[in-house]
């Protein structure tokens, strides 16, 4: 049995095709991915991204406890609101997720975590606080559900539908989030667009939902979600790393912090497994198919694969990022196996795209 | 499902249309673009090709994923559909009007042997409770 986020009626309604995603119930499209990912780059699209889990952690060790858990540091974090991005590393340097943490006080901060890995997520958190007796709580929010608004007339569509919270959005810069009563509005996402994502109850969330379609965005299911990711280049965990991959090796070493003398959990494995390949954009140059995930690449300094690949809508042309071999540059030229036919591609420095305009 | 009565179909989801001479106009049925989405590439096979019955001849990606196109006899194939190059988004908007490539069939009765629009309804029915 699936599991269902709160808005899965509403998806069947509109005549969403839906798919096991990760053991949700999800929408992959609503008639056209392409339209989809098009009006995410126009105008604004819809996301449901309920199947995500909201995490709060809370107490006086919270941040001491997060300094360790999370790669990136935390300490960062001192505006109110602020949000940053990073993996939680297993102790040999792996990946075990991928994730937002919010800074909201002193002893509150929250997280966002994937659909698939959550309940292993939560597990591993409970496990780390008991191992260091981390004066914490850690609450999984399953009466809290996630829509996302993206596109460049996203805050301008959630201002007419919710004019008593246009001002707390407004004031929003880029990654920060505000709570607002029993909401939180963060100017995040995962398209390379501006827009907002919203935590809600999520009893409220059908008629959030609704409004949003009556100001304009347009619902998008999961298939746009994973084409506007790619060409914003950013990481989908599972497919481009995971707890056998090094964050150095999926382009993800920005987000380690290794600049305070701070014990996280997998550093000492990072610092024993130095970068062992470049993570990279690829755009297939002639025809010929499809670029995907797990394909060939032959590369000037050898032998790569591809993490993710798939039809860009916004360039018309085919996309992949792909764990090549250090020393590869970007402008390098390569031949990717689709099918067993080599075919030519060029190396790129992701992303392919932000806000609307090909890079 | 959207079914010409007058086509023949396979279990693979081709569709293949008699011409009046005598070859076979081939391409997928709108279940199958339905079930596999946008699609961005078209690759049928090239005239003089011979092919066997049930032989993967060519394939149609979509943004999601990649899926074999059959010969739905055995055959020569006598044209391709270079429209289909160009623009792969015409499988889409209109499914049995996008064909892929025509065949000249070895045995001129092979064709009626194809199963009819209700046999093929059932089969599709089937292979999706799977």
Redesign the interface.
Known sequence: MLARTPLNETHRAAGA?MVDFGGWDMP??YG???EEHHAVRREAGLFDVSHMRVVDIEGEGAREFLRRAVANDVAKLKAPGRALYSCMLNEEGGVIDDLLVYYFRDYHYRVVVNAGTAAKDIAWMGILRNRLAAPVHITPREDLSIIAIQGPRAREMFATVYPARKAAMEQLAPFNAVLDGDWMVARTGYTGEDGLELVVPAKEAPFVWKALTIAGARPCGL?ARD?LRLEAGMNLYGQDMDESVSPLDAGLAWTVDLSADRDFIGRAALAQRPRRAEFLGLVLEE????L?AHQKVQAPLGEGETTSG??S?TLGK?IALARLPLGTLPGDSVKVLV?DKPLAARVVKPPFVRHGKVL | MKLPQDLRYTASHEWARRESDGTLAVGITDHAQEQLGDIVFVEAPQAGRKVAAGEAVGVVESVKAASDIYAPVAGEVVATNAELGSAPEKVNEDAFAAWMYRIRPSDPAAWEKLLDAAAYEKAAADSQEH
């Not at chain 1, 025809?287 to 499809?290: A, E, H, K, L, S």
């Open positions: 095709r992959v499209h056209s991915q392409i298939g084409t025809p010929g198919g499809v995907r798939t039809f809508p085919s099918r």
